[in-house]
Each structure stands twice: as C-alpha cells, then as structure tokens.
C-alpha cells in the first residue's frame, strides 16, 4: 500500500495542480493567450503531436552528436594534459573561462562562423561547447584519481608509462567519466535549445523553433505544448544516463 | 646475511622532520615487527625498505632485485575492475609474465591464501578478510624475498585478525621470507614476530628491541603461556618509555 502510495504520489500532486489550474483559468476567466487551460494544452499536444516529435528528435539529435563530438575533443585533450602537469596549467584557465561565459553571449558569433545558411552546425558546435567542460573535468580529475597505494605498488614492480595508463589511470577514471558525460548530455540538451533560439525561427527546426513561432502568433496552448515535450525528453533523458551510469558502475565494480 | 637495512636514516619532509635518525637491519627468513605510536614515521620507514622513497640522510641497503620486494598496505588496495586473480596476477603481468602463465600463478597464489573458488570474484563481492587475503596473494605471487606489511590486518576484526596472523606464520614457513610488518598492536607484534622493534613518538627513533621466544609459526595455545605475556610486558614497558621521550 505504501510502496503504492509512493509510487502514485508524484502523479497525485501533478493531478492537483492541473485540476486546481484548471478551475482556476476557468473561474477567473484568464484569457487563453495569457494563460491556456491544460485541457487546451492537451488539445495543442494532441493536434501538434507529431510535428512536436520531428522537432524533439531534431533537438535530442542535435545535442547527441555535440555530445559525441564534445566526448571525443574533451578525452582527447584530458589525456595529453593528464601526462603533463604543465599543459595542465596552461589549458586550466583557458577551459574555466570557456565554461563561464554563457552559451548564449557566443552565440551569435558562432552562427556567423558557421555560416547563416548552416544553423545546424552552430547549434551542435554551441551544445558541444557547454558539453565539454563537464567530461573535460572528470577526465581529468579521473586520471589522477587512482588509488595512492596502487600508484606505490606499480612504482615497486616498476611499471612503465603506458602501463601505468592503461591498467591503472583510464580505469581508474573511469566513474568520473561516466558522471562526467552524465551532467554533459543534461547541458548538451541546455546548450542546443539555448543555440535554437538565438539561430531564430528561420535557423532551425528543433522544439526552440516551436516554442519561438507558436509565441510569435500568440498561440500560448502551443508554447506550453512543446514546453510539456521538452520537459517530458530531458526527464527521459536524466532518466536513461542515470541508468546509464549505474550500469557502467555496476560492470566497472562487479555489483 | 642481510636482506635489508636502514643505517641512520632520517626523512625530513617540509613540515618537519619524520623519521630518525633510525637503524634498522632485516636478517634472511627474519620476522621483525615494527611497534610504535602513531605518527612516529613506522610507514615512512618501510617506504625506505620498499625503495619507494630516498632518505634524506642515512643510507638503506637492499639486496632483493625488482620483483623481489612486496607490500601489503593497510587497506587491500585492490584495483574494483579487476577480478581477484587478475588483482593477483598483477606484479607479474606489469614484469612482462604471459596471460595465461600469470593467471596459472595468481590461482596457485590465491589457494595458497585459502581463496580457491574466489578467483572470479571481484573486490566489491569479497569480505574485508577475503580482500586481505587477496592482497597478500598478489604479493606472494612474486615469491618475494622481502614482504612488508603496513598495518595489513588494523581494519580488521579479532578473529579474522588472528585467523590471517597463522595464515601469516604458515606462508611464511613454507618459504621464509623475510617479513617486516608495523602494527599498532603489541601482543599480535609478540606473536608474529621473532623480534620486535620498538619505536619512540615520532620523528622515530629505536626506543628498544625485544627477542620473542618461541619458534615460529606458533604452537596452539601460544598466547596464554607466560613467555608471551612477560614479552607483552616487555614490549609495553618500552613502548611507555618511548612515548614520554
């Protein structure tokens, strides 16, 4: 019963507060514009249903091959700074200051350098942008991450550098990779929705494009409409790394 | 003749000084235990008899070759990804041993250590004594002529303690080398070793030594007898004095 209970209560608590938005819109006489009821949301959904699954797909699409690129450049670059604490050094603030400007304020000058007729790659060169850090990190702090005493124990059989790499530091490394491109597939998705807006209604075709041509017209039951499918793909999403990263854990462990 | 020793070394580190200046000198086939409170550079010492670290005065004298020197930290210190034989297998795979010569190696190792049909098993499924046990495999594996233990059993419980401390004794019988091992506790140092060392509050000195009787590996029964616990007393007496110093 209470397993039942705990399970159902999410859902009970999202029933609420639809019903009471609902009765709300209704009763106050919101105008739709302002404020559509959920039924018309649902109506919106129903009506826009797959035009709103290209535009999702076109999204997550987007943000999965930044992710691969980001995984692919963030690795490369940890393992040539991992082997040298100078590089380290020197790329550090360089990687800090690339994670602390906001995706949006490069944005446009990406779109320039992508060229105005390419949005699509300007949206997965911005998404790859705000990917990288997070895996960059982790890569990094996982290549030093090794066991201390194991450290001692290859230096007593006196282990070469490639050993010392192979068997040691990239499995070593290898839970905060997993975390690392974890928090990097949630901000890929941030990064390309944020690069679809600033690419405009002309640029691109993703849920951002959605949201930016139903508002344009005002049709607000359609906004929240792709706000429902871009909040029901990111929970879908944490969902599938989180499953993920517990698989990967539980074969990297035994258990 | 002379596995290993340490001749008036000391380690200074930039906090201060750690060890010494110490003496220590390791015969063949030799237990010797290493007692002393925390802090008084125990560890530091058998990173100098390991070859892990260069004293910054004094000098260390060691005969065993590469391969030919074991550890055993406080904890297992096993690598998660690996199963129990490939944790064992370890040293010599790093020394270049084929794969399947060295898996042949770590099994024979492992059941030497009561862990046949664990083989398989990774870090994560094995009890903290098994993980010991696994541990002190991967450093027989070699057939070291000198193993150093760091406080191998402080984690833990009694009885997996004494249990591992025969265990110990009878390794070490069927191929006597020799053993250093640093441990907080004074009647495991009395049973386990044919000397014990003593050291003062760090940075450590020698504050004595004492011979413990007996042969070795100990007879059923060893720790009730009044041989063990006069030496106990001895060793406490020097440990008390070594701390006021």
């Known amino acids: 019963m209470s397993r039942l209970l705990r399970a159902l209560a999410p859902f009970v608590l999202i029933a609420l507060l639809l019903a009471g938005w609902e009765a709300a819109c209704r009763v106050l006489a919101v105008p739709a514009y302002f404020l559509p009821t959920p039924s018309a949301v649902i109506q919106a959904l129903a009506a826009d249903g797959p035009g709103l699954l290209r535009s999702a797909w076109n999204t997550l699409s987007m943000a999965l091959i930044a992710l691969l690129v980001a995984s692919a450049i963030a690795q490369a670059l940890a393992l040539v700074v991992g082997l040298s604490p100078i590089l380290e050094r020197a790329v550090r603030p360089l990687a800090v200051v690339l994670q602390v400007t906001p995706v949006v304020a490069i944005a446009p000058l990406v779109l320039i350098w992508a060229g105005l007729d390419h949005a699509g790659r300007a949206i997965v060169a911005l998404a790859a942008v705000v990917a990288f850090f997070p895996i960059f990190s982790g890569a990094v702090t996982g290549l030093k991450a090794a066991d201390p005493d194991l450290e001692r124990l290859f230096d007593l059989y006196g282990a070469g550098r490639l050993q010392r790499l192979t068997r040691l530091r990239l499995p070593s490394a290898l839970p905060y990779l997993l975390e690392g491109h974890k928090v990097a597939a949630g901000l890929a998705v941030i990064g390309a929705v944020v690069a679809e807006f600033v690419a405009g209604s002309g640029g691109s075709q993703g849920l951002a494009w959605r949201i930016l041509e139903a508002g344009n017209r005002l049709q607000t039951a359609r906004m929240f409409a792709a706000l429902v499918v871009l909040g029901v793909m990111g929970a879908v999403l944490h969902a599938a790394l989180e499953a993920g990263e517990r698989a990967g854990l539980r074969w990297w462990r035994g258990r | ?245």
Not at chain 2, 81 to 90: E, P, Q
Not at chain 2, 97 to 123: F, Q, S
């Open chain 2, 1 to 245: 003749m002379t596995v290993a020793a340490l001749r008036e070394v000391t380690v200074d580190y930039p906090r201060g000084r750690a060890l010494g200046p110490f003496s220590l000198g390791i015969g063949a086939g030799e237990i010797v235990a290493l007692v002393g409170p925390s802090g008084c550079g125990k560890s530091t010492a058998m990173r100098l008899l390991a070859g892990l670290e260069a004293p910054s005065g004094g000098t260390v004298e060691r005969t065993p070759g590469r391969g030919e020197t074991a550890v055993v930290f406080q904890a297992p210190t096993l690598a998660p990804w690996l199963s129990a034989r490939a944790n064992a297998a370890l040293p010599l795979e790093l020394a270049g041993v084929r794969r399947a010569e060295a898996a042949a190696r770590a099994d024979e190792a492992l059941a030497r250590v009561g862990l046949a049909g664990a083989e398989a098993a990774r870090p994560a499924q094995l009890s903290g004594g098994m993980a010991m046990r696994v541990s002190l495999a991967r450093a027989l594996v070699t057939g070291p002529k000198l193993l150093l233990l760091d406080e191998p059993f402080a984690a833990l419980d009694e009885i997996t303690r004494r249990a591992l401390a025969d265990d110990v004794l009878a390794l070490w019988a069927a191929a006597k080398p020799a053993i250093v091992f640093v441990t907080h506790n004074v009647e495991e140092a009395v049973y386990m070793a044919s000397r014990v060392v003593v050291m003062t509050k760090g940075p450590g000195r020698t504050a004595g030594e004492v011979a413990a009787t007996g042969a070795l590996p100990r007879p059923e029964g060893f720790r009730t007898t009044p041989d063990f616990r006069t030496t106990v007393e001895a060793v406490s007496a020097l440990l008390a004095q070594g701390m006021a110093a």
